[in-house]
């Protein structure tokens, strides 16, 4: 029974290990292949470099410090946001996906709109919008 125990143990290790260097490959092999860089910035470029998403985690972010605008509906237009934000997703490569997550906030930090907390919560709303779209990754690292 011991050894059952162990044989267990070290299968679950072995998988765990397996999904996590496979994961690294994915996300290094995007910032370390020039022609991979380019057919996302590509990708991205004809996904209006995902200005949809770029709207819904500015709208995220905003939510930490205000209540919903006076939008007739906030709620309905909050889903259309993410409901179109996970198409331009959709369209890219998985491997594209979080190279224009980044990019997405990267072009929100340039407007210098948010700040402090407001930027912490869209960074972290970012990281986690695959899963949202119920996409590959589940989740992108955005903050460095």
Same mark, same amino acid.
Do not use: F, W
């Given at each position: 029974?011991?050894?059952?125990?162990?044989?267990?143990?070290?299968?679950?290790?072995?998988?765990?290990?397996?999904?996590?260097?496979?994961?690294?490959?994915?996300?290094?092999?995007? %910032?370390?292949?020039?022609?991979?860089?380019?057919?996302?910035?590509?990708?991205?470029?004809?996904?209006?470099?995902? /200005?949809?998403?770029?709207?819904?985690?500015?709208?995220?972010?905003? %939510?930490?410090?205000?209540?919903? &605008?006076?939008?007739?509906?906030?709620?309905?237009?909050?889903?259309?946001?993410? /409901?179109?934000?996970?198409?331009?997703?959709?369209?890219?490569?998985?491997?594209?996906?979080?190279?224009?997550?980044?990019?997405?906030?990267?072009?929100?930090?340039?407007?210098? +709109?948010?700040?402090?907390? %407001?930027?912490?919560?869209?960074?972290?709303?970012? %990281?986690?919008?695959?899963?949202?779209?119920?996409?590959?990754?589940?989740?992108?690292?955005? &903050? +460095?």
């Amino acid at each position: 029974m011991a050894k059952l125990t162990i044989l267990v143990a070290a299968l679950v290790a072995l998988l765990a290990l397996a999904h996590a260097t496979s994961t690294t490959i994915t996300n290094t092999e995007v %910032e370390d292949n020039p022609r991979q860089q380019q057919r996302c910035r590509q990708q991205i470029q004809r996904q209006q470099n995902l /200005r949809d998403c770029q709207r819904y985690l500015q709208q995220q972010g905003k %939510e930490y410090n205000d209540a919903m &605008s006076n939008d007739q509906n906030p709620q309905q237009q909050q889903q259309q946001q993410l /409901r179109q934000c996970c198409q331009q997703l959709k369209n890219l490569d998985e491997q594209c996906r979080c190279e224009g997550l980044k990019e997405a906030v990267r072009r929100q930090k340039e407007q210098g +709109k948010m700040q402090g907390e %407001e930027m912490r919560k869209m960074m972290q709303q970012a %990281e986690n919008l695959p899963s949202r779209c119920n996409l590959s990754p589940q989740q992108c690292q955005i &903050s +460095k």
